[in-house]
Structures are given as C-alpha cells and as structure tokens.
C-alpha cells in the first residue's frame, strides 16, 4: 500500500504540514482543521501525522484518533489519486444512483469505501452534494459530474481509467 | 479601514451607478452599457460549464473592444437549476437555458451585437406570440417571492460593493447606531420570525435567552451544516448571497452581546466555502468586520469551521463538540446552548437561512416581513424542490403556499405522463406527504398537524413508480449510518427497525412485521437522546399512513406494486 511510502516527497510533505500546523496551533478548537489540512494533503491521516497533530496541538493522541474515525470525510486509507464519489442522497437514489455505483464498483473492481492496490482509484459514496439538481451526480476528485446514465457512467469510467492509468505512478515506493 | 455611513452610501451609490441594467434604476448612471449578461455561478450551473461560458463571452467583448458597452455578472442561482447553465440577458431579462459553451458566441453575435434574440436558445416557456417573457414572468416564478434570495441572481457574490449596492450592510448601521441590544431583539421577537432549520422556534426568544444569560463571553453560530438529503438552500444562500449571512450574525452579536461568530459549514460545499472566506476578507478590509465597527466599539470576528461528513453535527450540542475538536455526539438537554454552548458559554445558534431574513426585518420593519405568510410562521420559506417533477431547483414561497400550487403550478407537474405519488418533506426526520393532503399549506403548524414536518426545506417530489417501503428503508439505512451509537434506543431500535423493513422488501415480511415496527418506532421516539433518533421512524410511520396497503403487498402477496424491490419483481407488479 501507498501507506509505506518513505521516500524524499513524503519527508518534504510532513515538513509542509508541519509548518501548517505551527500556523494553526494557537487557534481554539484547531483539531477539526489539522485533520483537514492532513486528509488533503496525504489522501488520509496516517498514524505518524496522527501523532504531530497530537503532539503539535497538545490532545491526546486518543483523542485523535477517536474524532478521525468518527467523522466520515477522514480516512485511515488513502484515498486514490481518482477520488470517486456516487451521491446516495435521496434524490440521487430515487433517480438511479444505486445503478451508478455497481457499474463503479464492476468496471474499477472496488467496493464503496475501497482504494485499488495501485493507489489510482479509489470510491465511495456521499449523501448529497447539494446539486441534486442535476441529481444523479457524481464527483471525481470533487468536481461535479450532473444528469449521470449508466451509458455515461461508463464513458466517464473510461475516461477515468485511460487518464489515470496510462499516467506514470507518481514516485511512490510501494 | 474603518467605515461610515458617509462611505457606506458613497460606495452604493457608486455601484448602484453601473448596474442600472439590472432592475435598480438610478438617478446618474454612469456606465452606459448596452447589455447586461448575468451568467449563474453556482454549484448546479457551474458544473455544467457556466464559468467556461463567461469566459469565452468575456474573451469576445476583449476582442471586440466592447467593454463599455457590455456587462458580464457571475451571480447567485437564479432558481430553475435543472435548466442551468442559466443566462440572463438585460434589459428584458431574456432566458437562455441549458446552454453550450459554443451557443454564447450566437447569442453574443445576434442579440449582444445585433439586437435580436436567439430564439432556439430561449427557455421554450417564456416564448410567446408576441416576444418573449422575462424570467421573472415564467409560470415557475408564480407565487414566489423572494426575501431571503432577494439578491441572488441580480449581484456578484464576489463582490461586497455589489451587495452594499442593494442596502447591504444598512441594517447593520442602523442596529449599531440607531438601536440598542433589546430594540434588535424586540423587533425580531415581534415579526415572528422562526428558525429556519427546521424545528420553527421563535428567533427573538432565542436571543433574548442567550441575551440574558450571564457570561462575558459569548458566542454567534451560523449552522451551515445542510445535512437533510436532497436540500440546497443554504448552500445556495452561501453561494449567492453570502453577505446577508455576515451581517446578520454581525447584527445578532450586536444584539445578544458576543463579539465572535462561527459558521460552520459541510465540508461538501467547497464552492460555498469559498464564497464566505471571500466574504468575510472583504467585510474585514471594508470595516464592517473586526474591531469597532462604524466607530461604536462594537467588534465582532467571524471564522469558518468545516465538518466533516457527519449528519448528527447538524444538532446543536453535536455541532459545538465538533467545533471544539470533538466526536459530534449530542449530550442532553439543558442546559441549553444559551446557557452553556460552545466551550460551555451562552451560545446563540441560528441557520442559515434563518440569519438570511435578518437584515431585511431590521431595516424593513416587523410589520413589512408579516405582511407575506401566514399568522403563526410569517415570511417566506426557501425550498429546494427536486426528485420526480419538471421544474427542479430551488423556490421562495409566501408560507401559506399550498403543496398543490408547489407541485402542479411552480413545480410544473410530474414528468413523463406519471402519477403524483408523494412528497417528502423533512428528510430522514420528516415524512411522506400523500395525495390526499395536497391541498395543505405549507406551514410549520400545519405541516406538523398533518404528522409531517417542514424540516429545512427540502421537497422531494415521488412519482408512482417509487416504492414508499422502499424510500422507508433508504431513510432508516440513511439513519442507521448516521447515528452516532451513544443512546441505546436510536443505536438498536433504527437497526433493528432497518432489519424488518429489508425483510419486507425482500418477501420475508410477516403479519408481526407492522406492529413490531410501530413498536420500535415508539420506542425510539420515545426513549432517544436527541432529534435524529427522536424523529428517526418518521419515514416509516407517514408511508404507513398514507401506503399501507404497499406493505401489505410486500407482506401478504409478496409483490412490490411499483416494481422496484427487486427480491419481489419476479411476482407480478404494476396493479396487474
Ligand atoms: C440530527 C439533526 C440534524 C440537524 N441538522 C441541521 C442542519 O443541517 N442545519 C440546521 O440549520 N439545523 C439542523 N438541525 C436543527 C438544529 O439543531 C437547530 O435547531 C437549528 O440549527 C437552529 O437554528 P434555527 O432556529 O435558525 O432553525 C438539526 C437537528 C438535528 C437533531
Ligand atoms: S439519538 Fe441517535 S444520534 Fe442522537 S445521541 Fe442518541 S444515538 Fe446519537
Ligand atoms: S441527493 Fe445527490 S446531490 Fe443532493
Ligand atoms: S444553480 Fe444556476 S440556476 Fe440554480
């Protein structure tokens, strides 16, 4: 997994996010915000970030680790370079979004909530994006795709697959 | 900066100058354009290529040379979202709809250039025999009226000159210099204003409590946190309007005495996000944020906060905990969040839209924003009408409208021939509203009365080929997701109610499944801690009001009457 990665980059990206946090860490109730800055810049929050937080902030690192797995939008995995996301808001599934998310699942090979092993896809579902609109809606790295049929689900798919698998892997160690 | 009401009116004034196109005529134009083009930027619209229209229609003014003569305004949403991308084109506010990037250069040529209107581009509905309505005349803005979005779709969110243009930032002047704390909250107490997000409780009371109680530090929340599926509003409010959010807070600081304000806001809404921080820059370099406002001493702050994807934060304890860093669980009540809120100071919570109606009633009067609604929930309500029916997007009604007019007049009727079936109101924690109480007013009162309730705002129309068992067990798995597990009843009982309305859906339904499901639903309602398991059989206990008889095909004759429970399609559907 992405997880292990120790290379040059990812020492840089903790010296980065350290530097945020230092901007941050004076504030009052930061905790949420940390956790945001690190979900955005790693795809998740790992354990060693976990514990800066912690440190940086002065909470218990518990403490932590019981707010990133209470809130829905911090992951322990990372999330893929193509962040996929079926809206399965009331609206979206009355107006099909259940068959949009099989097709996801099928043609990426992944379940709701799942990375691929090579780090390019990963899905999952939300419950309205507030574009209901244009319902069924989904969003690829948060950019709102409206009016979705299984038939353009499937072009976007592709699409998907052709820009991210033909990319070379960033310089991640696996 | 510091700001005063000399500068206020000169930059209005100013402003107001240039947008003489747009239906605010002013003494001394002094922009002479020709045309004004409003294009929709918000999320619905923007998704489907709104900013890349402006773009290219700003390219060909450069390339022309016709800056002077034509206006370009990215503006909040206009309303009719599922005909986004939307452009509006001034004077005559003719309505282009569902456009291409390519079809701007069209209109630019023909009706920017030479007069005359695309008419293929234009909205089918507002052609007539002799030309065509403006926007404002189309059946879907019937009975509408507009107070809280009352500038979206006519300014540049991104633009505080543009809303000061339109009064904005007035009604704080006058709360802070002309009137007192109690003035504020006597003249909000006596328009009877509600709290829009869903429970309808009395504004003023609220802020007279927070008011009173003891403390010398307290705190303003704007709750952004739209959880409710299928609603829009505040993200739309956000994204439109966003100063009218600031100054309300700014003026209930004033009002209950605290000089800090959070918002708080989904982490879906990135867009809306945006906005606000923008906002709130431009308030703090103007003076109408930060220290001293207007030279009276008074000082308020306002900084954004993010949830993360939890619906129970939407609940006003759970809402405080996340802000201070932790799991958004609810604790009982009281003490109330006008005691011990935020960091356990007297806290004053308000939603969005709810804030949004403020600046209206202070420089308005009381009696202005009474004379639209009905006596007990006067005002407007913004809804975000969407799910099996022509016109989706998001409406401002007088209360007092009736479901009826929503669904067949402004919501244009059912699509595709089908029949009306339903419509939900209140999300997870409302009900399913059937044909025979169309005729209902929508109302906190009456909406209540009829075992429904208003919720935040969102309206989800059902047409017959939805199954009501079906909707009744998104909601309790919608539910089941959401709880927070700290209470018992509502971690157990919605699980368990999940269970039984599966085994319906899947043929495994018996003659204990009904009355082992309104026991629950008792039970839950009864013994839970906070509004989500309060309110969480609600879904179940309206459709088993109004389609009682789809359970019992469910149950009795394994058969989904609307053909969408797939362990059931196998048995004959469709009223053969
Ligand atoms: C589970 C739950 C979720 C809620 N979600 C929201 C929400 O997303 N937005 C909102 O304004 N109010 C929400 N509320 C209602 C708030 O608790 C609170 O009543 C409201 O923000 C008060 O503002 P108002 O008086 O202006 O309506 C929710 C309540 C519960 C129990
Ligand atoms: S009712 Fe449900 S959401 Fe509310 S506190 Fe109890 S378990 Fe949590
Ligand atoms: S329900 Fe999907 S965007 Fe609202
Ligand atoms: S988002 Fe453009 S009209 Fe509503």
Redesign the interface.
């Known amino acids: 997994m992405v997880s292990h990665i120790n290379s040059e980059e990812r020492q840089k990206e903790i010296a980065a996010f350290e530097r945020d946090l230092e901007r941050i860490k004076d504030g ?6 940390a ?2 800055l690190a979900q955005n810049r790693f795809g998740y929050v790992p354990s060693d970030v976990q514990r800066i937080i912690a440190d940086t ?1 002065k ?1 218990p690192l518990s ?1 932590v680790y ?2 990133v797995t ?5 992951t322990l995995i990372p999330r893929g370079r193509c962040d996929l996301s079926i809206c399965t ?7 099909g979004a259940e068959e949009l998310l099989k097709e996801a699942e099928e043609t990426l090979g992944i379940k709701d909530g799942e990375t691929s092993p090579d780090g390019n896809f990963s899905l999952s579902t ?10 069924p809606v989904v969003t690829v790295n ?5 009016r979705m049929t299984v038939q353009e689900m499937k072009k976007l798919l592709a699409d998907l697959k052709k820009q991210y698998l033909s990319q070379p892997e960033s310089n991640e160690d696996k | 900066m510091s700001m005063t009401f000399e500068k206020l009116k000169e930059i209005r004034e100013e402003t107001l100058n240039r947008m003489n196109l747009r239906g605010f005529p002013s003494d001394k134009p002094n922009a002479p354009y020709r045309w004004s083009v409003a294009i929709c930027m918000e999320t619905s619209c923007m998704s489907s290529k709104s900013p890349q229209i402006k773009q290219r229609l700003l390219d060909l003014i450069v390339r022309d040379g016709k800056e002077n003569e034509i206006e370009v305004v990215g503006t909040g949403c206009f309303g009719l979202c599922e005909a986004g991308p939307i452009v509006i084109v001034r004077p005559g506010d003719t309505f282009y709809y569902r456009l291409d990037v390519e079809d701007i250069d069209r209109i630019y040529e023909s009706h920017l250039l030479g007069g005359e209107p695309v008419r293929d581009l234009i909205y089918p509905e507002s052609i007539t025999d002799d030309g065509y309505l403006s926007y404002f005349e189309i059946p879907f803005m019937a009975h509408q009226e507009r107070v809280a979005l009352r500038s979206s779709g006519h300014i540049d969110p991104e633009d505080i000159r543009e809303y000061i243009a339109l009064g904005g930032y007035e009604a704080l002047y006058k709360a802070l210099v002309e009137m007192t704390p109690d003035d504020v909250i006597d003249v909000i107490t006596e328009s009877g204003l509600r709290g829009r997000g869903g429970g309808g409780f009395i504004t003023g009371r609220k802020w007279r409590a927070t008011q009173a109680s003891p403390g010398d530090e307290k705190f303003i929340i704007c709750n952004a946190d739209e959880g409710e599926p299928g609603a829009f509003m505040d993200r739309s409010i956000l994204e439109g309007d966003p100063h009218s959010v600031i100054e309300a807070m700014t003026i209930a600081g004033y009002a209950i005495g605290s000089d800090q304000g959070y918002v708080y806001v989904r982490a879906e809404y990135p867009i809306a996000v945006e906005r606000l921080e923008k906002a709130i820059g431009q308030a703090n370099d103007l003076g109408l944020l930060g220290a001293n406002i207007f030279g009276t001493g008074f000082s308020f702050n306002l900084e954004i906060r993010l949830g993360a994807g939890a619906f129970v934060c939407g609940e006003t304890t759970a809402l405080a905990a996340s802000i201070e860093g932790r799991r958004g669980m609810p604790r009982s009540r009281p003490p109330y969040s006008a005691d011990k809120g935020l960091w356990g100071k007297p806290t004053m919570i308000n939603n969005v839209e709810t804030f949004a109606n403020v600046p209206y009633i202070i420089l308005n009067g009381a009696e202005a924003f009474k004379k639209v609604g009905t006596e007990n929930s006067p005002g407007t309500k913004v809804l975000a009408l969407s799910g099996k029916i022509k016109n989706v997007g998001l409406v401002e009604i007088p209360m007092g409208t009736t479901l009826r007019q929503l669904v067949e007049e402004i919501g244009g009727g059912i699509p595709n021939g089908k029949a009306f079936k339903a419509v939900q109101t209140g999300g997870p924690s409302g009900g399913c509203i059937g044909p025979e109480l169309l005729d209902t007013p929508i109302d906190f009162d009456r909406l209540a009365e009829i075992g429904s309730m208003m919720g935040p705002g969102g309206m989800i129309v059902l047409d017959e080929d939805v199954c009501a068992v079906d909707v009744a067990r998104f909601y309790m798995d919608f539910i089941v997701d959401e709880s927070c597990g700290k209470c018992t009843p509502c971690r157990e009982g919605t699980k368990r109610m999940l269970e039984i309305l599966i085994d319906i859906t899947e043929g495994r339904g018996d003659e204990t499944s009904i009355p082992r499901l309104e026991r629950l639903a008792r039970t839950t309602e009864l013994a839970s801690l906070c509004g989500l398991g309060q309110t969480a059989a609600n879904p179940i206990l309206s459709t088993l009001k109004s389609f009682r008889d789809e359970y019992e095909a469910h149950i009795k004759e394994k058969r989904c009457p609307a053909g969408v429970c797939k362990a059931l399609t196998n048995n004959l559907t469709k009223d053969d």
């Open positions: 009052r109730g930061m905790l949420m915000l956790l945001h902030l909470v403490t019981g707010v209470f809130y829905s939008r911090f808001g009331t609206t979206c599934y009355i107006q939300t419950r309205c994006v507030g574009a209901c609109s244009l319902a948060g950019e709102v795709h409206g």
